[in-house]
């Protein structure tokens, strides 16, 4: 038995990242900060271990920066499109909506865990959300409805990707989308 689709979201519907999910980014951005930058500051390293531990920082240190853009920003539904707002704001038109992936990146081999993340491409620009957003179910079933209705391209792997929230967009009709 499928999963039960959830609702789409409604226009006027604001989704944010929850507080403990960037928190949690952030500790693992300070953890790896301070396991990388901790050597270097405690002992004379050699060129090579500075060259290791300091691309190793540089990437916690994006780490933490990409979670604080997340804690600072949200995204808003509306009759015309999506609009992210934030630190990095952007928006996509449902009319100019060409393409929409769902991609999975998996932290275990067998699939158990992971996140997925969503793109809505228009000529020009994308915008990328990530599951951990609050009711990024209902988003997704939004966005792929908007996406179905306007003949935006829905890749075989985003299909795939969509069982488990049980969304099926051939089964949704063409007109119509709230």
Known sequence: MGAVAP????????FEYPPAVTRAALVR???????TLGPLSAVRPTPAAIAI?????A????????????MRSAVAISEQGLRVIGPISADIRWDALIRV???????????????????????????????????????LARVVAEAHARGAAIPAATRFNLQPFGIDPDAWPTQGVA
């Open 7 to 14: 609702r789409p979201a409604a226009d006027g519907e604001r």
């Open 29 to 35: 951005a300070g953890a790896g900060l301070f396991i």
């Open 53 to 57: 531990l300091g691309v190793l920082a």
């Open 59 to 70: 990437i916690f240190a994006v780490y933490g920066a990409l979670a604080v853009i997340r």
């Open 101 to 139: 992936k769902l991609r999975y990146y998996t932290t275990k081999r067998d699939r158990a865990g992971g996140w997925m993340v969503l793109t809505l491409k228009e000529p020009g620009r994308a915008v990328r959300i990530e599951s951990t957003l609050a009711g990024f179910a209902s988003l």
